[in-house]
């Protein structure tokens, strides 16, 4: 394999190295719609593979996580926003007089 090769013929290697060996010649697997690597080995790698079903639709239609997450957050959110009610605080002005006459206390 060199960097010449066609994205046919590396999905073609690739296919025939996992049913020869049952693993990938590197834990990378490609997201087809971002570019980004993605490590996939052991049970992790066998669960892609049979959910995608099969060593080569893995290969050819892998996405990665983010893209998936940035599909699902397309929804349109709606939000209502309800003014705030003022609140009006009585201030009572009491003189030291007052107290004394009175004998109105502050507790």
Do not use: W
């Not at 590396?10 to 296919?15: D, G, N, P």
């Not at 892609?48 to 998936?68: N, S």
């Not at 003014?83 to 002005?93: D, L």
Request: charged residues 25%.
């Amino acid at each position: 394999m060199n960097k010449n090769n066609t994205p046919a013929e590396v999905i073609e290697y690739l296919t025939n190295y996992y049913e020869t060996f049952g693993n990938l010649p590197t834990p990378v697997i490609e997201c087809q719609v971002s570019g980004t690597a993605y490590t996939a080995f052991g049970t992790n790698l066998k669960g892609k593979i049979e959910k995608a079903g099969g060593i080569k639709e893995l290969l050819t239609t892998f996405t990665g996580k983010g893209v998936v997450k940035k599909a699902d957050v397309k929804k349109e959110v709606t939000a209502t926003i309800t003014p705030r009610k003022k609140t009006t605080k009585k201030v009572i002005h009491i003189s030291a007089n007052d107290l004394e006459k009175n004998r109105v206390s502050l507790a």
